[in-house]
T-cell receptor, first 110, second 114 residues
Framework: DVKVTQSSRYLVKRTGEKVFLECVQD?????MFWYRQDPGLGLRLIYF???????EKGDIPEGYSVSREKKERFSLILESASTNQTSMYLC?????????FGSGTQLSVL | AQSVTQLDSQVPVFEEAPVELRCNYS??????LFWYVQYPNQGLQLLLK??????LVKGINGFEAEFNKSQTSFHLRKPSVHISDTAEYFC????????????FGTGTSLTVIP
């Protein structure tokens, strides 16, 4: 079965810190995604990547950047964390027929 | 552009009663349709999907959904719910294009009452 692994389940950071969220998939998928999930707002796409070194903005890219140096790894970067970035972050990859999700990282910015 | 609307944010239902969770979408191109479920404190998992063929799709745990192109809907149904069905349900569409983005609704919280 496909595995999408997010490096941390819970993370607590201070305002202004630089935060890295790592995601690795093991099925050679071309497409990888970062979403954030907030109550009442569902899943909102932050960034996605369809190939190594390629990235596209999603619906809410402000305050975030991404890096995809290798096909299996897609990193989300918060350059200067703010309290409104407290959220559940979900990484996913897909094979056109199905989206496979990681277990999520609950980020709290204090 | 694509969008997904889940009309009901919360649906309480008694155990063994039927349930329907509504999903409407808008798109200028053909789409694939999905329902994902998120049980408390767990990740999202695929419940069912429509890619092509029969418009009635059966998924896991006794759920099914019907694709209605004219009404641009993909409602999820179960004839008799169990306590264990209490979860958040998300409808999603995707377009086969570069990046194959998935667009999600805001979710419906199903609470099954004993």
């Amino acid at each position: 079965d496909v595995k999408v692994t997010q490096s941390s389940r819970y993370l607590v950071k201070r305002t202004g810190e630089k935060v890295f969220l790592e995601c690795v998939q093991d099925m050679d998928h071309e497409n990888m995604f970062w979403y954030r999930q907030d109550p009442g707002l569902g899943l909102r796409l932050i960034y996605f990547s369809y190939d190594v070194k390629m990235k596209e903005k999603g619906d809410i890219p402000e305050g975030y950047s991404v890096s995809r140096e290798k096909k299996e790894r897609f990193s989300l970067i918060l350059e200067s964390a703010s309290t409104n970035q407290t959220s559940m972050y979900l990484c996913a990859s897909n094979n056109y027929e199905k989206l496979f999700f990681g277990s999520g990282t609950q980020l709290s910015v204090l | 552009a694509q969008s997904v609307t889940q009309l009901d944010s919360q649906v309480p239902v008694f155990e063994e009663a039927p349930v329907e969770l509504r999903c409407n979408y808008s798109s200028s191109v053909s789409v694939y349709l999905f329902w994902y479920v998120q049980y408390p404190n767990q990740g999202l998992q695929l419940l069912l999907k429509y890619l092509s063929g029969s418009t009635l799709v059966k998924g896991i745990n006794g759920f099914e959904a019907e694709f209605n192109k004219s009404q641009t809907s993909f409602h999820l149904r179960k004839p008799s719910v169990h306590i264990s069905d209490t979860a958040e349900y998300f409808c999603a569409v995707s377009v086969r294009m570069r990046g194959n983005q998935f667009y999600f609704g805001t979710g419906t919280s199903l609470t099954v009452i004993p």
